[in-house]
């Protein structure tokens, strides 16, 4: 029991890596509604209360304007049936339930925690058919939404990071409809009409284009009751159409972009990888090690710990439908931007022509792996999987078998991967700050 | 008529309500160590993690004119090594093992986490209770970091217009309070600062007796306790500066400054000073409080939302904020950014409304109602996190108070009135008690990113 400070590398030698069998995920249910949405269900009796998620494929890659996705989602909330936005908040609000909708490129969804005691579920559940099922889209809250989201784009054009972040993610895309701003601009703003909102809602929110996640303290023909309500104001429709591919950089490409700010913010990267993609698990743990871990990622090493450049120094894939972003992230004193992107660049072409060591690896392997039951950890995070999991089609042992396809990876196939999906010299490069010329 | 029967209803048809709002005592344990450390374990089975959180009573107010900022640096150091773990190892051990570790410093309290495998709990113990006492705060890493903390300054202040706006605010509006100062210090502070500065605030308030250790998961108290014993057990008190008893002094009238930096949005800020449940010489006031806020800004079909974000539509975003919970006394802040085509006069004049109708007028049994009923639900909902469970009692403790008075939370708002409520807005929210700030937008025309082509893009 004495373990001795001394002692320490060795015990740490000495763990074993976690097997598949141990770390299993938590039984998934699935089924599909009457209308032919699909459901995938925990069931989590230990908390009287209940999470539900409703995702659609209708976020901003299917905007016919961009902003339209974004509009829509934001006024469910404001009006269904016979409520109004008040009546709509005083429902959810009195018996203690939080609901929230958003959307993004691939999603536009709509989340809900209730309690489970009989009132305030009904209640809850109730308001959600309604909103889901007959929105109405007022005039008036129609102009008041597109007013905010008016104001809420000045916000962004306030903030550095917010700056960079859309230039690289529009720019990164092209004239793939991921390019599409999420939160529309202020030209695009002025152009949606109601019937635009109406059309977007018409083709996308309808149940067999919905996936429904349900964590919590209920039985499966509770669950199938609940699933069959939220849908029940929905026409069946049919799925969204495919998204096309999306295209590779054809060559190295930098944005500097002057702004009133003290640190220079900047964003690198290019398409990266998608949901289900064969080299998911490979390119998840190499990039774990390079920029995905925090303060142990190489990335971090070099420009915060090594020599104090960056507070935040990160990168990550973001895997949607089709590929998204590889994006590595950093910002710095305006004096030390081009430093710093020194090191950046420096640092991911290393890795990706050596590669990590096995050392490395090892240490990766053992960061995902032992922390597997965090992920799992609590009812909001099983909701988050579900909604992943059923809205991408995959397979419903990707918890069960997370484990052993992270053990899987080598340092081989890291180095060969990358070589072959990150190419350094087809790198995007956004910089928002005061250019070093102009001090 | 018909809330109040169907919250009635909800009371009755359903007990585990009111079960489930109160933390069961029985699941929490706690002990002292000999060195004077107190150890606190809530037991939660639910998965197989546990989170270990050390909470210091040190934190921004603490901190004398000249290191402002120095609680926060001091944390970054913490991850720099030891007399027997070189910088960096700390981290490098933790996700070795599977963990997720942080640390956060705050007005009240520094407190550094993991959370791991419950299996793994003995590594966190082992970790800390090293760098609780052998800090080693090399020069050469401490240049380093402290390049990193004005990076980080930059980021969350420097470079965010709301971010000066609030500096400013808590600047103007305290007399005599070091809430006045900034957690991540003054700039001026951060360039001046010495190691030798780190090395005194270490000493000084990184001792045993100083600390609580939390550990909320999967995990037996009694083994907890060993540990605990075993590795936090030998190390040595110290005697601890005693602390003066700060207050502000009455505010004698409206105070009210503006913030011009360059931005596109007006924003505004509104602080009236009130008690907190640490000094309040009427026990019910900081709950009254609480309801208070809850009805301007408690969800979407609060006042706030309702009246001024729909309604007139005088606000795009408007929130009221009160923390019952903290060293000092504090202040019930309103915020908010004017929808397009009000001005920031407007938005002011209908927060001013906002307040003089609860000078006035009773607020109804619906309203309190609702807000019962949210933070009995919000009390259920808190148990899905293990971090927040641990949160709530370490942030308890170290502000002085007892673990337990979060179960009596939800009980002492049950029992406030609309008269309490109206006598509160009554007595703090006054204009002699204000303090106003405007973030005045300064044109960031000339520096706009240039939409042309020619002028924003180098190819190659």
Not at chain 1, 166 to 180: E, I, Q, V
Not at chain 1, 199 to 214: F, R
Not at chain 1, 237 to 244: K, S, T, W
Not at chain 2, 321 to 336: I, V
Request: glycine content about 6%.
């Amino acid at each position: 029991m004495e373990v001795k400070l001394m002692g320490y590398r060795v015990f740490l030698l000495l763990l074993v890596l976690f097997s598949g069998q141990l770390l299993a995920g938590p039984a998934i249910q699935s089924w599909t509604t009457e209308k032919g949405a699909r459901v995938l269900f925990v069931p989590a009796p230990e908390l009287p209360m209940l999470d539900l998620r409703v995702v659609f494929d209708g976020g901003s890659a299917r905007d016919t304007i961009p902003g339209v996705a974004a509009l829509t989602s934001a006024l469910l909330e404001e009006g269904a049936g016979d409520w109004d936005a008040n009546e709509i908040a005083r429902r959810l609000d009195s018996v203690g339930a939080n609901m929230s909708v958003d959307s993004q490129r691939d999603m536009a969804w709509l989340t809900v925690r209730t309690l489970t005691e009989k009132r305030a579920l009904t209640e809850t559940m109730d308001t959600v058919a309604q909103v889901l099922g007959a929105p109405r889209f007022d005039m008036d809250a129609f102009e008041r939404n597109r007013k905010a989201m008016l104001v809420s784009l000045n916000h962004d054009e306030q903030s550095p990071g917010a700056v960079a972040q859309k230039r690289f993610m529009n720019t990164l895309f092209g004239d793939h409809p991921y390019a599409s701003q999420v939160e529309g601009t202020k030209e695009s703003l002025a152009r949606i009409t109601r019937e635009d909102v109406l059309a977007h809602y018409k083709k996308y929110y309808v149940a067999k284009n919905a996936l429904i996640a349900i964590v919590g303290a209920v039985d499966r023909a509770q669950a199938e009751q609940l699933a069959e309500l939220v849908t029940a104001g929905l026409e069946p429709g049919e799925p969204a159409p495919e998204l096309p591919p999306v295209a590779d950089l054809d060559g190295p490409q930098t944005l500097n972009i002057p702004f009133p700010s003290s640190q220079s913010h900047i964003l690198m990267g290019q398409p990266g990888m998608h949901r289900g993609d064969p080299d998911y698990f490979v390119l998840y743990v190499g990039n774990h090690i390079l920029g995905g871990s925090g303060l142990v990622s190489q990335l971090s090493e070099e420009v915060r710990e090594k020599r104090g450049l960056s507070y935040s120094v990160y990168s990550y894939f973001s895997p949607m439908r089709r590929n998204g972003p590889f994006l590595i992230g950093a910002q710095t004193q305006n004096a030390k931007a081009a430093e710093a992107l020194d090191v950046i660049r420096q640092t991911l072409a290393r890795f990706i022509e050596q590669g990590p060591s096995e050392a490395e690896l090892t240490a990766a392997k053992q960061n995902i792996t032992g922390g597997f039951p965090l992920r799992i950890a609590s009812n909001s995070k099983i909701l988050g999987y579900l909604a992943m999991l059923g809205f991408y089609d995959l397979p419903l042992d990707y918890l069960d078998t997370f484990v052993d396809k992270v053990n899987a990876v080598t340092t081989e196939q890291i180095r060969e991967t990358f070589k072959r999906r990150v190419k350094p010299d087809q790198l995007l490069t956004v910089v928002v700050g005061r250019e070093p010329s102009a001090r | 008529m018909r809330l109040l029967l169907s919250a009635a209803i909800v009371m009755l048809s359903c007990p585990i309500w009111v079960n489930a709002s109160v933390l069961p005592e029985k699941q929490v344990h706690e002990t002292v160590l000999d060195n004077g450390m107190k150890v606190i374990v809530k037991e939660d089975h639910r998965a197989p993690i546990m989170v270990s959180q050390v909470w210091y009573k040190v934190g921004s107010s603490y901190e004398p004119d000249g290191i402002t900022g120095v609680s926060h640096v001091l944390e970054h150091m913490m991850f720099k090594g030891t007399t027997s773990h070189p910088p960096g190892e700390f981290s490098r051990i933790i996700a070795a093992n599977g963990g997720t570790e942080n640390a956060f410093t705050g007005r009240d309290y520094t407190a550094y986490f993991q959370t791991m495998a419950s299996d793994r709990m003995e590594i966190s113990f082992e970790l800390e209770a090293d760098r609780m006492r052998n800090l080693l705060l090399l020069p050469e890493e401490f240049a380093k970091e402290l390049e990193v903390v004005k990076e980080e300054r930059r980021l969350r202040t420097e470079d965010k217009p709301t971010g000066q706006l609030y500096e400013q605010f808590l600047a103007v509006a305290y007399r005599s309070l070091p809430y006045a100062n900034p957690v991540i210090g003054w700039m001026n502070d951060l360039n001046h600062m010495q190691v030798d500065d780190l090395a005194k605030w270490y000493r000084r308030w990184y001792a045993p007796n100083n600390a609580t250790l939390v550990v909320v998961g999967d995990v037996v108290p009694e083994e907890v306790f060993k540990l605990a014993k075993h590795y936090f057990g030998p190390l040595k008190r110290e005697q601890l500066p005693e602390l003066k008893p700060l207050r502000e002094p009455e505010q004698k009238g409206e105070v009210r400054s503006v913030v011009r930096v360059p931005a596109n949005e007006p924003h505004l800020i509104m602080g009236y000073k009130t008690p907190v449940i640490t000094t309040a010489e009427t026990a019910w006031e900081p709950y009254a409080l609480e309801m208070l806020v809850a009805i301007l800004d408690g969800g979407n079909s609060a006042r706030f939302s309702r009246d001024l974000i729909r309604g007139s539509e005088v606000a795009v975003s408007a929130s009221a904020d009160y923390n019952a919970f903290s060293r000092l006394p504090g202040m019930l802040m309103l915020d908010g950014t004017p929808a397009r085509g009000q001005d920031i006069d407007q938005l002011e004049q209908a927060l001013r409304d906002q307040i003089a109708r609860l000078r006035t007028e009773l607020v109804t049994e619906e309203e309190l109602e609702r807000v019962r009923n949210q933070v009995i639900a919000s009390k259920v909902y808190e148990l899905d996190s293990v971090f927040y469970q641990a949160m709530e009692i370490g942030m308890l403790e170290t502000i002085g108070l007892d673990w337990r008075l979060a179960d009596r939370y939800v009980d002492e708002l049950k029992k406030i009135t609309p008269e309490q409520v109206r006598e509160v807005a009554q007595r703090y929210l006054r204009d002699d008690n204000l303090t106003l700030t405007r973030l005045d937008p300064l044109p960031m025309d000339n520096t706009k990113p240039r939409q042309a082509a020619a002028g924003g893009r180098h190819g190659g």
